[in-house]
């Protein structure tokens, strides 16, 4: 099926750095999603956008709804050893039937 | 609040014996569940889409006879690996909507299947 284009992939951090990760979409959006999941655990909703050029910070967590509805960034300032984890965006096109679309992706290690 | 839960966290079983999950929704009612299957190191593949007091909508490739799914109440949603094999063997994930109209999704702890 569709999937988002997540990047980085992967990233590896010394802890206090900032991080960004971005997803990116060849049609229009109208829910953007961010989740955090640990090994063996489900996702964790972090931050739900609904409006084109939407901001929203959730504690040190940062996400933006692209202007263009096609795109969505996160970012975490200062990092933590606990932010180590998959993070994944999702979300929901016009033309599609309600079912989320999701990345692939972005695996963050954090070296304290 | 929005709290989704999953049981049995982890089953191993023989190959063709049946396994059924079970996806509750803890403090909220949902009309609509969700079941995914995820692959070590892989996002989430969606299966199916549970409705309340009806048949789920399962995505191209997913054989409903295999993975069968009942939504008997707002609180809860069962996924049933029938006839399971080795192939089965998977990290299943729920999930609820919260309100009918949104999008957003909370998701259960998921269950480790492994099928010997």
């Known amino acids: 099926g569709q999937q988002l284009n997540q990047s980085p992939q992967s990233m590896f951090i010394q802890e206090g750095e900032d991080v960004s990760m971005n997803c990116t979409s060849s049609?229009?959006?109208?829910?953007w999603l961010w989740y955090k999941q640990d090994p063996g655990e489900g996702p964790v909703l972090l931050i739900a956008?609904?409006?084109a050029g939407e901001l929203t910070s959730n504690g040190r967590l940062t996400a933006q709804f692209g202007i263009t509805r096609k795109d969505s960034f996160l970012n975490i300032s200062a990092s933590i050893p606990s932010d180590v984890g998959i993070y994944f965006c999702?979300?929901?096109?016009?033309?599609?039937?309600?079912?989320?679309?999701w990345g692939l992706g972005t695996s963050l290690a954090v070296n304290p | 609040g929005a709290v989704v839960s999953q049981h049995p966290s982890r089953v191993i079983c023989k190959s063709g014996t049946s396994v059924k999950i079970e996806c509750r929704s803890l403090?909220?009612?949902?009309?609509?569940m969700f079941w995914y299957r995820q692959f070590p190191k892989q996002s989430l593949m969606l299966m199916a889409t549970?409705?309340?007091?009806?048949?789920?909508?399962?995505e191209q490739g997913v054989e409903k006879d295999k993975f069968l799914i009942n939504h008997a109440s707002l609180t809860l949603s069962t996924l049933t690996v029938t006839s399971a094999h080795p192939e089965d063997s998977s990290f299943y994930i729920c999930?609820?909507?919260?309100?009918?109209?949104?999008?957003?999704?909370?998701f259960g702890p998921g269950t480790r299947l492994l099928v010997l």
């Open positions: 999930s609820a909507r919260l309100v009918k109209g949104s999008e957003t999704q909370y």
């Open positions: 403090d909220f009612q949902a009309t609509t």
């Open positions: 549970s409705n309340e007091g009806s048949k789920a909508t399962y």
């Open positions: 049609s229009i959006f109208n829910t």
């Open positions: 956008l609904y409006k």
């Open positions: 999702a979300g929901r096109n016009a033309g599609n039937n309600r079912k989320l679309i």
